[in-house]
């Protein structure tokens, strides 16, 4: 079970397939827009009815591109989950009706751990950020950095809380309606915390080690790939590819932008000024280009397309993030909103990227500079290849399979 963009539902696509191929029945639980990303996986699909775009492209859902700090995104976003919570619900409660175990992303771990619970199925949790409260970074959610062990656990555990405050006015009635007794916000976290409820993380430990003061249960499993056996690139790709040197990737996956004609023109001055070609693709934020140097696309696999690449210019969501390590290429990240600026920072601290270009202080000069040095310093190259065959070799669906079957024994 699963909400949000694409991003939060391509992973367990993959993780979904391993899980069918060892014996088991897989459902995907997420909107209804993303089914087309199950098609040959094995997986089957239920529908959740919110449409994650429409909600991003609503009056509401546009401040979200109007605010510039963690804290207000996570304010607006908050707000946005509250209202379409109660929509979910009853989607989430016929899904979970036909099910032996519930396998929960974070961001509905709150109300699918109700339903498990009222329903007295195991479950656990399969979450693609580190969302535990540490001392050792400060929650992705907010950007991530070091603002000191104690601070950084304290605002971890504010987001944890605040979290459970998204789902205040849905849990209750979740609650009642399976017969539980009424608790207070928040207790049900700790109860899961003292009960070392098993979260398993999708990312790799050489990208994020596991917290040394993570509590017992929370695992870091590796990378779950999306589904995508026998991705090919269409052929007008084939062709740009083939025309000259390896072009740059761009790419905001479903950030949406204030003014992607501004944005779009910022990043074709920068590439034609460091002298790289462009794949630029469309997404969520409507980005675009022409020119016989330039290649505007829509939905591509990234495990495709990466590969050929100089460097990837993108949002750093995790999803992105990710496949960029996973094929081995430089990075310049561009980070847009919430766990961007943790995945951007984290790029940079392993050699892979020459500096974070956050969206808000683009500019034609300060991209194109990080550009060049990603392309011409073979450092970056050589770094982010390292550790690309290094990744590829995990298998970070394994652990995952060993606690499902421990839970369905």
């Known amino acids: 079970m699963t909400a949000g963009s694409r991003g939060d539902a391509a992973p367990y696509t993959g993780l979904g397939h391993r899980l069918a191929l060892a014996g088991h029945e897989v459902t995907l639980v997420t909107h209804g827009r993303f089914e087309p990303l199950v098609t040959g996986s094995a997986v089957r699909f239920h529908a959740l009815p919110v449409d994650p775009l429409a909600e991003l492209r609503s009056p509401r859902g546009r401040g979200l591109g109007r605010s510039t700090s963690g804290a207000g995104k996570l304010l607006r976003l908050g707000d946005l989950a509250r209202r379409t919570a109660g929509q979910l619900t009853e989607a989430l409660l016929a899904a979970a009706h036909r099910s032996d175990v519930l396998l929960l992303s974070a961001s509905l771990a709150p109300l ?95 990208v994020v080690p596991r917290p040394g003061d993570w509590r017992a249960g929370l695992e870091v499993s590796g990378y779950w790939w999306p589904y995508d056996t026998g991705a090919r690139l269409p052929g007008v790709v084939e062709e740009f590819l083939d025309a000259g040197p390896p072009p740059v990737f761009v790419g905001l996956g479903s950030a949406t932008v204030p003014d992607a004609r501004l944005l779009s023109a910022r ?29 505007t696309i829509g939905e591509v696999p990234h495990s495709a397309l990466f590969g050929r690449m100089a460097a990837v210019i993108h949002h750093a969501g995790a999803g992105t993030t990710a496949a960029g390590l996973r094929a081995g290429v430089p990075a310049v990240p561009v980070p847009v909103q919430f766990d961007a600026g943790f995945w951007s920072a984290r790029l940079v601290a392993l050699g892979v990227a020459p500096a974070v270009v956050p969206l808000r202080r683009l500019t034609v000069d300060g991209l194109a500079s990080a550009l060049v040095r990603a392309t011409r310093d073979a450092g970056y190259r050589r770094r982010a290849d390292a550790l690309g065959a290094r990744i590829r070799e995990e298998d970070g669906t394994a652990p995952v399979l060993t606690a499902l079957d421990r839970l369905a024994g």
């Open 267 to 295: 990043v074709v001055a920068a590439l034609r000024r460091a002298g790289l070609r462009g794949v630029i693709q469309r997404g969520w934020g409507g980005l675009a280009a022409d020119g016989d140097d330039m290649l």
């Open 112 to 206: 699918g751990h109700a339903i498990a619970e009222g329903l007295r199925l195991p479950s656990l949790g399969v979450y693609l950020q580190p969302v535990a409260a540490t001392r050792e970074f400060a929650p992705p959610v907010l950007g991530g950095g070091a603002w000191g062990g104690p601070v950084n656990h304290l605002a971890g555990q504010g987001v944890s809380l605040a979290v459970e405050q998204v789902f205040a006015g849905t849990v209750p009635a979740v609650r009642e309606r399976l017969g539980l007794p009424r608790v207070r916000t928040g207790a049900a976290r700790r109860a899961r915390e003292r009960r070392h409820w098993p979260v398993h993380h999708g990312f790799s430990p050489l």
